[in-house]
Nanobody
Framework: QVQLVESGGGLVRPGGSLTLSCVAS????????MGWYRQAPEKQREWVAS???????NYADSVKGRFTISRDNAKNTMYLQMNSLKPEDTAVYYC??????????????WGQGTQVTVSS
């Protein structure tokens, strides 16, 4: 089993910064891509950023230039550095990890989420 645990959320003023962490535990050695998603109240979950294994990261247009995703494979940890935060960034942020199924596809594992609130 693989578990993902997010941390680092909190309350920050517009223009401020936060760094989120996601630690993978259990059978995490076969994780491929990892990424961050977020979900605001009464909204669908949206993709924020991804870190394909061995590839360059990708970002949603809404966060490009402000957020930075990174991975520390030795610590099985993924980070999301969020700068120049805006009120519209307020959401529960979830980390996700893709694992191979063994039959040619992948399954996505989700963390529990951490709340980020951007407000003055």
């Amino acid at each position: 089993q693989v578990q993902l645990v997010e941390s680092g959320g909190g309350l920050v003023r517009p223009g401020g910064s936060l760094t989120l962490s996601c630690v993978a535990s259990g059978s995490a050695s076969d994780i491929r891509a990892m990424g961050w998603y977020r979900q605001a109240p009464e909204k669908q979950r949206e993709w924020v950023a991804s870190a394909p294994y061995g590839s360059s990261p990708n970002y949603a247009d809404s966060v490009k230039g402000r957020f930075t995703i990174s991975r520390d494979n030795a610590k099985n940890t993924m980070y999301l550095q969020m700068n120049s935060l805006k009120p519209e960034d307020t959401a529960v942020y979830y980390c996700a990890a893709d694992r191979p199924t063994g039959w040619g596809s992948v399954v996505t594992i989700w963390g529990q989420g951490t709340q980020v609130t951007v407000s003055s």
